[in-house]
């Protein structure tokens, strides 16, 4: 039962990383591809992860597996918003069917677009 579980997630965890790898090239913008990766490659890590601390059964082998586990999971979002934010200041467009433009009357949008108006008129 213990193998299965492991050839599982093990699978599970390779499907949903070809999964983020097929999304960087087929989403059609930036932050689709982010989005995809981020979510994708998170889930596809924790499976394989999981499967690592089951296969060696050992302390040391399983608190790192679930300490990894944990700092991806809280991270991950984190950071995929950070960069995602990032692009959008710096002038990363959005796909042209975009329905929603969240950061649309963000502040920090409006300021770095306004130093930006500034500094072109000098």
Known sequence: MNDF???????LGAIFILIAS?????????????SVT???ATLGIGCILIAAALHFSDFSVTTKAIAIIFFLFITSPVAGF????????????LWKNS?????????DAEDL???NKEQ???
């Open 5 to 11: 579980l492991i050839m599982f997630l093990s699978t």
């Open 22 to 34: 097929w999304g960087i090239l087929k989403m059609p913008d930036f932050y689709s591809r982010l």
């Open 38 to 40: 981020i979510k994708a």
């Open 82 to 93: 950070l960069i995602s934010k990032v692009a959008y200041l710096t002038g990363t467009k």
């Open 99 to 107: 329905i929603i433009d969240e950061l649309k009357n963000d502040k």
């Open 113 to 115: 677009h306004q130093k």
């Open 120 to 122: 072109n008129e000098k």
